[in-house]
């Protein structure tokens, strides 16, 4: 089953809007992960907070932890039609050599120019 | 800096025939590899990992495997398509975190394919 689940599925906003997306997932974890994909592409990593930060920034991009309720956000601020993509939550966790990371799926979301 | 390449784009293959597809990464050592598999509007379902030359672990029992020849290569494959194969086929690659703090995955820009 999967871990992350995005909430909304799909967000259509007008350019210079912000835009909130959240995520959930069931089990413990060590991290908490948010990638972009455009269509027809590759993902793109765009932040990971770990299980003891609460909050992190890069540029417009704003990501919350709460470990209690198993939710994490994403909000970009002052959208831009370039940030027209899905968005993909990852949880992960420590599994022997490696991380076992479990994706959601999606948040589709429109920034109307 | 790291790059991961994966050919190709796209492919449109017949029910029957057999598949290869190939990634490799440069400017790492001893990465963590992962193929995923993306249905059209869905999430990824992790396929295949690999922590080394010749581990490979899969995560779904499937008409496909996996190989680790080298340390940067990793290969998909199946000896005959099913129609269910089709999809968007991933490569990623991350530190192997038992040394290196893990920042994420990295990941090849796909391949779609198609089986008729």
């Known amino acids: 089953s999967q871990q992350g689940e995005e909430d909304p599925q799909a967000l259509s906003i007008q350019e210079g809007e912000n835009a909130t997306m959240n995520c959930s997932y069931k089990?413990?974890?060590?991290?908490l992960q948010w990638y972009r994909q455009n269509s027809g592409r590759g993902l793109v990593h765009l932040i990971l907070?770990?299980?003891?930060?609460r909050e992190k920034h890069s540029g417009r991009l704003r990501v919350t932890l709460d470990t209690s309720k198993k939710s994490s956000s994403l909000l970009i601020t002052a959208s831009r039609a370039a940030d027209t993509a899905s968005y993909f939550c990852?949880?992960?966790?420590?599994?022997?050599?490696?991380?076992?990371?479990?994706f959601g799926t999606g948040t589709k979301l429109q920034v109307i120019p | 800096s790291q790059t991961i390449h994966q050919w190709p784009a796209t492919l449109v293959q017949p029910v029957g025939s057999p598949l290869s597809l190939e990634c490799t990464v440069e400017?790492?050592?001893?990465?963590?590899l992962y193929w995923y598999r993306q249905a059209a509007g869905r999430g990824l379902q992790l396929l295949f990992y690999?922590?080394?030359?010749?581990?490979i672990s899969s995560e779904v029992p499937q008409n496909l495997s996996a190989s680790r020849p080298q340390d940067r290569q990793f290969i998909l494959s199946s000896k005959k398509l099913l129609l269910s194969d089709s999809g968007f086929y991933l490569c990623?690659?991350?530190?192997?975190?038992?040394?290196?703090?893990?920042?994420?995955?990295?990941f090849g820009s796909g391949t779609r394919l198609t089986v008729v």
């Open positions: 990623a690659w991350s530190v192997f975190s038992l040394r290196r703090d893990f920042y994420g995955y990295t």
């Open positions: 089990t413990s974890i060590n991290n």
């Open positions: 907070i770990r299980s003891n930060e």
């Open positions: 990852a949880a992960g966790t420590n599994s022997g050599g490696y991380q076992k990371v479990t």
């Open positions: 400017g790492t050592s001893n990465p963590n």
């Open positions: 690999s922590v080394g030359i010749g581990q």
